[in-house]
């Protein structure tokens, strides 16, 4: 990390908000938020009225909880809600009655397997009432009578919950998540509201941070079902990734609970870091999900959101019982966890697909393998056509050579230097498969214009971003535009990891392709078995541990690269006389190389000028060559 | 701890040249690469050496070097990676294979020669042959190079598992018998460029072409050029289609570092072999035999298990290995094994060496930093598994 961060007052939020008693619904949550929105001010808290529909959900009546005991005949109270809050079962009805010991029985709550434990015991959606105790007590309870009293109250009104949103310079999201409606316990509760509110209070100490981040505190299921049912459009847009954090209290072991395909950018990356930081961390699938998982990563939703959890819960002896308390949970256990979430993030803030708003990225060898693997993981092949600009460097010809698709070259925009739309619209015919623009030197080129063209005869594009990492239009980075984009890491590019591609895409079967035949066309699941053919053009880590530290200087070596521009065109242009590259509005040049056209010069003179520059120790190079003029080599 | 097949050695020394390229001016076409070319001739004594980034492209330069296309066959055996074969398929042509000898695991001379006299009738010659060294252990060369003098095709040792190792006392990669012989640097094998190979040859003409081929068919040699006005740049010129196999200055500064290693390394793979050899040899399997014409560099150890005395199967095995934290691993499933290949044809049963090799062969681990201790329990675990 950039910045090391600490929260040691995370115990002691803890230790505070562990005597409220929280359901689902009523004064406990809004005790709760009150506390935590003292924590972080910019905390909004909101509320949704009872019996709203949510999806094919109810927000169910208010719950508050004023007294309950179980007194016997002499009038001693046997159970105490005061003492513990686990006592009664949340949400039980309002009730006041004398009951003998069998009738008593039948509203009893006990783990015969862990005598000294007060379960955990919830009745939101059918109406009841009981009361949770040790079996240790039960075994001493006489036949006698017992007066039942349950002061609560089931009303009309809210359920609260709150957000908090750190706007970033993109509008994609990092989403944070965690539930705050269980009494009092540790692991399964408390851990996770602090851990999330010391990430918050991480994330608005950043400064501009690049990603906006979206924290959640919600009551667990029905909480996560208003939210999705208020922001489900725009999670699915925005949201790049992110984390319901639970059960992140204790020091025991470490898990992962990946999404439904245990495959989107979360799961990896929680794997990799778990996988780095604590190797013996158990993995388990969606099968094993619990929390609110189920609804982030439901069909239809499928936001790409994961869980690092320390002892899962279902899977330790106190999960769900008041043994649950400050004997599992540590502040160690809960630095520990934020340390790992915060290396989650600092994945995201420096991951190549997230950067470039994509879903996916695969790493390859280079740009010209990054190429080839794309069109092949499209299926282009011999019999297709693939139209390209006539200005580029010839990988973007020889990928489609090496399909065996025919290579139609069509003419660049005078201005961008990018492909020309109407050439294209003039070049498709009936066995054009698909579309390379090439970013040529920076500058994206029209792909809003493409992507209609392309829309319109169901054409693949591919971007070749050899040239320009970084570059936008409309504030979108190029990479995302077409089905799926490619870059170069060669040396002398804007990012470089020696030799080095990448290909991104928001199509999940095409990232599994490129993974796939980057490897010879590996089984995943059985080593040394191929069903096809494929290609060794996988990236190495020692090329890619450079690309990470690269991408981290991005902004920086992006910047200095428009100030070199700037001092380019302060000093040499000339309306009359010298053109500079262009920039059209919208359009965010990276300016990979300064390139100059001077109006009468002729190959001549240009000639001269490039050797009377090198003569003075400075090297500049023409044009790339026109596949025109090259004969053989378009066909 | 579990003990893996391979794994590499990578010292503070070999970390430092890489960081010194990262430091320098140019971390890829710089002088590096060149260097690291010139000492593994030095090393093998062939004359030309093209680093390229993994020695699938290797092999797939090679192949186009000697102009393997439609209509051309490649014949290899069928033990072996993927890659042997999936090089001539990268170029339009087909494959075949010719069974191993169940002695070397190698391509069997035998074999060879009958599939030859046949295909020399039906008009079906190769025109490459690419016998693989498997584990290190060098195939017949000399054996092979009279039958290419005698029908005609050429020929590229797949030596991916054996540079170190020796044929006839001159290293292999000096291609003496052989027209190209590929080296892979991945990081299992005995030295590593991270990913990347390298392809030999003592034929000028096809340096130059695998050069043509590693970087995207370009050439800046005014002499290969066609004619262009002169008043133009052209700075370079594509002269036929090539790819983008470079390898960089930071992978071949790693590989320059550890090759100053390699006769050590070699040296203590083959220690730890004698080792295995010796406290193997009562149980029931059988423990590489060596060609006397060979000194094998041992990037594996294969084990072949009487499993008529073990009365498990091989996956058994294998399964209950890994399972005591000994990663054993299967070198390999006979190409044509492959859905891929089967699609082409090819049936179970056409090379029944190397089925019945595949049945009962395991890689047990082997590699240099294996330690005394290490090699007690793979020793100790592999008698309690089979005994």
Known sequence: MNNPFEEPNMYKWAEDLFPICRSITGPGVRETLGYIQKLIPDLKIHSIKSGETVFDWQVPLEWTIKDAYIADSSGEKIIDFRVNNLHVVSYSEPVDRTLNLDELQQHLHSIPSQPNAIPYITSYYSLSWGFCITEDQRQTLKNDSYRVVIDSELKSGVLNYADLVIKGQTKKEVFLSTYICHPSMGNNELSGPVVATALAKWAQALNNPYYTYRFVFIPETIGSIVYLSQHIEHLKKNVIGGFNITCVGDERSWGLVTSRYGNNISDQIGEYILKTYHPNFIKYSWLDRGSDERQYCAPGVDLPISSITRSKYGEYPEYHTSLDNFDVVTQKGLNESLEIYLKCIDIFEKNFATYCGTKYAVTTSNGTTALHLALVSFGIGPGDEVIIPDLTFIATANAVKYTGAKIVTVDIDKDTLCINIDEVKKSITKNTKAIIPVHLYGHPAAMIELNEIAKNHDLIVIEDAAEAHGAEINSIKVGGFGHAGTFSFYGNKVLTTGEGGMVTTNDKNIYERLKYLRDHAMDPDKRYWHKELGFNYRMTNLQAALGVAQLERIDEILDKKKKIFQWYEEQLYNEEKIKLNFQSDGYKNVFWVVCIEIKGFDEEKRDTLIMALKDSGIDSRPFLRLFALINGAVG | ?387
């Not at chain 2, 003496?176 to 990913?195: L, M, N, Q, R």
């Not at chain 2, 005014?222 to 010129?237: F, G, L, T, V």
């Not at chain 2, 029931?284 to 072949?304: A, C, E, K």
């Open chain 2, 1 to 387: 701890m579990k003990i893996k097949y391979g794994k590499q050695d990578v010292t503070a020394e070999d970390i430092a040249a890489v960081v010194d390229v990262l430091k320098s001016d140019l971390l890829t076409q710089g002088p590096v690469v060149p260097e690291f070319e010139k000492v593994v001739c030095e090393f093998t004594g062939a004359k030309n050496a093209i680093a390229v980034n993994s020695a699938t492209s290797a092999l797939h330069v090679a192949c186009m070097a000697l102009d393997l296309g439609p209509g051309d066959c490649l014949w290899t055996c069928p033990n072996t990676f993927v890659a042997t074969s999936n090089c001539a398929v990268y170029c339009g042509a087909s494959v075949d294979f010719v069974d191993m000898d169940p002695n070397s695991y190698n391509i069997s001379i035998e074999q060879l020669k009958n599939k030859l006299v046949i295909a020399e009738k039906n008009n079906s010659l190769p025109k490459i042959l690419a016998p693989v060294h498997l584990s290190g252990q060098s195939c017949e060369m000399q054996e092979i190079k009279n039958l290419s003098e005698q029908y005609g095709f050429k020929i590229i040792e797949d030596a991916s598992h054996a540079i170190g190792g020796t044929y006839q006392e001159l290293p292999v990669g000096n291609c003496k018998y052989s027209d190209i012989t590929v080296f892979s640097f991945h990081p299992v094998k005995i030295i590593t460029t991270g990913e990347g190979g390298m392809a030999l040859t003592n034929n000028a003409v096809l340096a130059n072409k695998m050069r043509q081929h590693r970087s995207h068919g370009v050439t800046s040699n005014p002499e290969e050029m066609s004619e262009r006005p002169d008043n133009e740049i052209w700075n370079y010129q594509q002269v036929c289609l090539g790819y983008n196999y470079r390898m960089t200055d930071i992978a071949a500064s790693l590989g320059l570092s550890q090759i100053k290693r390699l006769t050590e390394i070699v040296r203590k793979r083959n220690e730890i072999a004698d080792k295995y050899n010796q406290e193997l040899a009562a149980l029931p399997l059988q423990t590489p035999w060596q060609h006397p014409d060979t000194v094998s560099s041992y990037h594996l150890y294969i084990i072949r298990l009487d499993l008529d005395s073990i009365q498990k199967t091989q996956p058994q095995i294998h399964d209950e290995l890994i399972d005591l934290g000994i990663l054993v691993n299967l070198h390999y499933i006979p190409v044509y094994r492959q859905p891929f290949y089967e699609q082409m044809g090819f049936k179970a049963g056409y090379c029944p060496e190397s089925e019945s090799y595949h049945r009962d062969a395991l890689s047990i681990p082997m590699y240099p930093t294996l330690t005394i201790e290490e090699q007690d329990r793979v020793i100790a675990t592999l008698k309690k598994v089979i005994i």
